[in-house]
């Protein structure tokens, strides 16, 4: 009888049952013993317990160290203890010799409690050793190494100061780490020396430190298994320069560059310190490609668009040569934009681009809808004392309704664009600046429907000020002129107001306005902001802020100067500060405005 006929008689139907039983731990036999908790971890056993006096918590800790009785436990035999406490004299000398404090005198004295031995350490200081003379002597290629001058400048230990060891220590390893960084891999003391003179509270510190020669950067080594990327393209993401003095943090600005390239999964960086060639450092860098393909879906929200959601597509990697493929689709309550942007990298590829542009689009504000086509291309390249520079084209074809007025415009658009940031720090900026400035324009030679130029430049700044707080201020300067302003689309007039201009007023709602009180924008610009924060916990601060200006000129008539301030929370982020700001215009032109936005500083 086969098992599954012994099944379907019945005769083992007990020992399913049995079988069940066992396995969801109803019953259990003795072979198989019942799981048991964890046993609890032991608990320590008390120590003695060591009080130091007549020295400061510093000091009293370092003695508390240095004594062979310190974390014995409160069942050390009577005979052991007392030979340790014979010791304990020494050793708190020795550990105070490290503070300076050469003339110290140190008693121990144990109390034989029954639960467990007391110690108390009474130190007499005495008067304590300053140093006298520091002298760094520099061979080698350090001698002059600007980086090594400003080392021995701020070295850890100064005439002067009381001694302590750890300073000696600091100052030898300040000089042993900035060889390794900078590539003096022969460095070595060819003498250090810490002499003292108790008796006249005096020390010397003397260090001679031969770096031997500077080693160079050497070859490149690039170590990618299926080598969907160009070898020269990764190399231009590095600007590697064979032959330069090698420094360290090439290391981190090589991993940065690769890892920001979103071509590479895992990027490792290692320079071969151990076996140099010829003076030279050899650097492996081995690569993981990433996915091709990445998708995202994003959602947000500000008071200027409404709730917002973001879809995009990127194709990182269309070709060996490093090609990239972008197509973004966003929606808001008042624009709706699809975007695909072909990109080429250039010379210098962690911040020059090449790319070709498409978009159509539509935007419907309180003071004007406009519906956009556009094609586009655009480059950007490095500039010195750190701006960048872009030079774009568009051809861009917008039907606009503007108050009473409905027009289709072409316009071939040539333009300029320069961006600078500078900061302390990238997202959080304690002190810092961020420049931008644009200039486009178009003729009617260019098959434009209309002549015009526009400038405009916005500058942001953050200082910091005492008590934690921060100053920051923005502003926004802008002027055009056209041979026939009423033939301009909105995207070129200027208009104030929302979230980033204007606060406590409606999005693009300023400006100058025609005869029926409807706002058409102006050929001018001028918004300016000051605002203080300050931090209240590690994560929530607080903000008091001025907006004023306004949009002026062109067709319309002006509506002056308006000025909102207001009060609002600020909510630290990893991609920025998030801000909600309550804002109310001061013309006694509306309510309280409730303002949200996302994102840096600068």
């Known amino acids: 009888m086969t098992f599954l006929s012994l099944l379907h008689s019945g005769q083992y139907r007990g020992v399913l049952l049995c079988g069940a039983l066992l396995a969801s731990g109803c019953i259990r036999l003795p072979f198989f013993p019942a799981e048991r908790p964890a046993a609890p971890a032991p608990e320590q056993p008390p120590q003695i317990a060591i009080t130091v006096t007549g020295v400061d918590k510093r000091v009293a800790n370092s003695v508390v160290a240095h004594l062979s009785l310190s974390g014995r436990s409160c069942k050390t035999p009577p005979v052991y203890l007392r030979a340790l406490s014979k010791r304990g004299q020494t050793e708190a000398q020795e550990a105070l010799h490290a503070f300076g404090y050469y003339q110290a005198e140190a008693r121990l004295a144990v109390t034989l409690a029954q639960s467990c031995p007391q110690v108390t350490v009474t130190v007499s200081p005495g008067p304590r050793v300053k140093v006298s003379v520091v002298e760094i002597t520099l061979l080698g290629g350090a001698e002059t190494d600007p980086a090594f001058a400003r080392a021995v400048a701020d070295a850890p230990i100064k005439v002067g100061q009381p001694l302590e060891h750890a300073g000696y220590s600091a100052a030898k390893s300040l000089l042993e780490s900035l060889a390794l960084e900078r590539g003096y891999l022969e460095g070595r003391f060819t003498h250090s020396e810490l002499r003292v003179d108790p008796a006249a509270g005096s ?31 990764i190399r231009r993401f590095l600007d590697h320069d ?18 920001r390239s979103e071509y590479f999964e895992q990027v490792e960086v290692r320079p071969l310190l151990t076996a140099p060639e010829g003076g030279t450092i050899p650097i492996e860098i081995t690569l993981t490609p990433r996915d091709r393909h990445k998708f995202s879906v994003g959602l ?12 995009n597509y990127t194709n990182r990697r269309l070709n060996s040569a490093g090609h990239r493929l972008d197509a973004n689709l966003r929606a808001s309550l008042i624009e709706q934009r699809l975007t695909g942007i072909y990109r080429i990298p250039r010379e210098h590829p962690v911040d020059e681009w090449l790319s070709f542009n498409a978009a159509v689009g539509r935007e419907d504000v309180d003071t004007y809808d406009t519906l956009e086509q556009r094609l586009g291309v655009m480059e950007t390249n490095r500039r010195p004392w750190g701006w960048m520079e872009t030079r774009f084209i568009d051809l861009n074809r917008q039907s606009f309704d503007i108050a009473d007025d409905s027009k289709t415009t072409t316009l071939v658009i040539p333009g300029l664009r320069w961006h600078k940031v500078t900061a302390d720090h990238p997202v959080y900026p304690r002190r810092g600046y961020g420049l931008d400035a644009e200039l486009r324009g178009s003729a009617e030679a260019l098959v434009s429907d209309v002549d015009f130029a526009r400038f ?6 953050v200082y910091g000020l005492p008590a934690e707080m921060r100053l920051l201020t923005r502003a926004d300067l802008g002027a055009s002129w056209s041979n026939g302003f009423n033939d301009l689309p909105p995207s070129e007039r200027f208009f104030a107001g929302g979230d ?7 999005f693009e709602d300023l400006g100058p306005e025609d005869a029926d009180g409807q706002v058409i924008g102006g050929k001018y610009l001028a918004v300016a902001s000051i605002e203080v924060d300050r931090m209240v916990s590690e994560h929530w601060g607080i903000a008091a802020f001025v907006d004023a200006g306004n949009a002026f000129g062109g067709a319309g008539s002006s509506t002056g100067i308006m000025v909102g301030a207001g009060l609002g929370l600020r909510f630290r982020s990893p991609i920025g500060p998030a801000r909600i700001d309550l804002a109310q215009p001061l013309d006694g032109g509306g309510g309280v405005h409730l303002h949200l936005r996302i994102g840096p500083d600068l």
């Open 203 to 233: 020390a010397e510190v003397l260090l001679d430190y031969d770096s031997g020669p500077r080693y160079r950067v050497g070859e490149l080594r690039i170590e990618q298994p299926t080598g969907d990327v160009d070898e020269d393209l």
């Open 242 to 259: 064979e032959g330069s003095p090698y420094e360290s943090r090439l290391v981190s600005r090589y991993y940065s560059a690769l890892s």
């Open 300 to 311: 947000g929200a500000s008071t200027d668009e409404g709730i917002r959601t973001r879809l």
């Open 456 to 461: 405009l430049v916005s500058a942001n700044a």
């Open 500 to 506: 980033n201009s204007l606060r406590g007023y409606g």
